[in-house]
Nanobody, 117 residues
Framework: QVQLAESGGGLVQPGGSLTLSCAAS????????MGWYRQVPGKQRELVAS?????GTNYADFVKGRFTISRDNAKNAMYMNNLKPEDTAVYYC?????????????WGQGTQVTVSS
C-alpha cells in the first residue's frame, strides 16, 4: 500500500511565500517522477511542477521564476515565492511509483493554498 502525505498549505498574503512538502511511504520499489498539480473549482487539474528521479525539473509557465521544486529520495518540496491571488487552489502531490511490480500514478489528498489580503 502506497501513500502520499502532503503538508504546508495555508493562507498567505499576496507576495508571500509557502512551502509544500510531500512524502511517499509504503511498499515502494521505485519512485520515478514526482510533482505537484493544482485545481480550482470548475477547472481541470493542471501541472504546476515536476521533478524526475535524476533531478530534472519541469515548470508550468505561470510559476517559472517563482516556484522551485526539489527532491530527496521519497520526499519532495515545492517552494512557492511571490504568491499571487490566482495561485489560490487545492494543490495535489503526484508520484509515478512502482509497487509490487505494478507501476502507476498515485495522488495525495490535496492541500489548500489561499492567497489573499
Amino acid at each position: 500500500q502506497v501513500q502520499l502525505a502532503e503538508s504546508g498549505g495555508g493562507l498567505v498574503q499576496p507576495g508571500g511565500s509557502l512551502t509544500l512538502s510531500c512524502a511517499a511511504s509504503g511498499s515502494i520499489s521505485s519512485i520515478y517522477t514526482m510533482g505537484w498539480y493544482r485545481q480550482v473549482p470548475g477547472k481541470q487539474r493542471e501541472l504546476v511542477a515536476s521533478i524526475t528521479r535524476g533531478g530534472g525539473t519541469n515548470y508550468a509557465d505561470f510559476v517559472k521564476g517563482r516556484f522551485t521544486i526539489s527532491r530527496d529520495n521519497a520526499k519532495n518540496a515545492m517552494y512557492m515565492n511571490n504568491l499571487k491571488p490566482e495561485d489560490t487552489a487545492v494543490y495535489y502531490c503526484n508520484a509515478d511509483i512502482s509497487s509490487y511490480n505494478r507501476r502507476r500514478a498515485y495522488w495525495g489528498q490535496g492541500t489548500q493554498v489561499t492567497v489573499s489580503s
